[in-house]
């Protein structure tokens, strides 16, 4: 499978790749928070680190470590704007639950 981003997300990334011509793409994955276990982190890539998966859209990398790959693959991330308010989004095909803020999920049976 892989990780993709929609068109709207996918602009925005190529934005801040534009304004940072360092970064290597985008790196995403997941650290244990919130009250779930689980939540979707994603920043610029400065590094490519062994074990990494790299999927490529339109000419944006997208850098998952190993450990997050089996949690995060088939995620489509998409950005979204409500009021003044800016944010990716993540459909991730293997969370089974989130939490009730939104912050983290979990995976496996509920």
Known sequence: ????????ALDRVQRFLQRDPTALGLRFGVERT?????????DLARDRREG?????QDGVRIFVDAQS???????????TRQGLSETFV?????ASAECGC????TTGPG
């Open 90 to 94: 993540f459909d991730n095909p293997n």
């Open 69 to 79: 790959l089996p949690l995060v693959d088939g995620t489509r991330i998409d950005f």
């Open 34 to 42: 919130g009250c779930s276990g689980w939540g979707h982190v994603a």
């Open 1 to 8: 499978m892989a990780v993709t981003l929609t068109p709207v």
């Open 102 to 105: 939104g912050e983290s999920f």
């Open 52 to 56: 990494d998966a790299v999927f490529e």
